[in-house]
């Protein structure tokens, strides 16, 4: 997760965040009230509940387009969690709370994604360690996700050398 979460109030007007998300190039922020996160603000909110209504961004509060109830997931949870939320709610973005449900830090379907072939890696390793046949074919067909050489994402992903490599990373290992 990323711990830092840039946030706005619920009272913040839709150009402050929109501001803020130009700034820190980031597609969204996370209302938080009284250390709460509340609310989720995307730049598809800014499309579909300002701009197209035609709403002045200057005057317009936080609050009255953001997403919400917001989707959390506790600091203690599992990546597996994660993805089953992603997937259950149809999100990109995945606040995470602690035990008292602060917002300590973001989630994102593409440090998910990006993590991959590491997460098969260590699954390989543990399933070798104790002797456990893995669940998926390691040498047979192509595996989607992202190459751990070059970080592109590929449908074509194969075991070379222990690393998920794309067509190109395995044509230079070779």
Not at 50 to 57: E, G, L, M, T
Not at 60 to 89: C, G, N, Q, W
């Amino acid at each position: 997760m990323n711990k830092g979460v840039v946030v706005v109030s619920p009272r913040d007007t839709v150009e402050k965040a929109a501001k803020l998300m130009a700034r820190y190039n980031i597609g969204s922020v996370i209302v938080v009230d009284k250390g709460k996160a509340v609310g989720i603000l995307t730049e598809r909110d800014i499309v579909r509940r300002v701009v197209s209504k035609n709403r002045d961004s200057r005057k317009t509060r936080v609050k009255t387009v953001m997403s919400h109830p917001l989707k959390v997931i506790s600091a203690r949870a599992y990546v597996e969690d994660a993805v089953k939320a992603f997937k259950k709610y149809n999100i990109k973005r995945l606040p995470v709370v602690n035990d008292k449900g602060m917002l300590i830090g973001i989630l994102t379907d593409s440090e998910i994604i990006s993590t991959y072939p590491a997460y098969i890696n260590l699954i390989k390793e543990s399933s070798i360690l104790e002797g456990v046949p893995l669940p998926y074919p390691t040498n047979e067909g192509p595996i989607s996700g992202v190459c751990e050489e070059c970080g592109t994402y590929s449908d074509d992903l194969r075991w070379v050398n222990g690393k998920l490599l794309c067509p190109v990373c395995r044509e230079e290992e070779e």
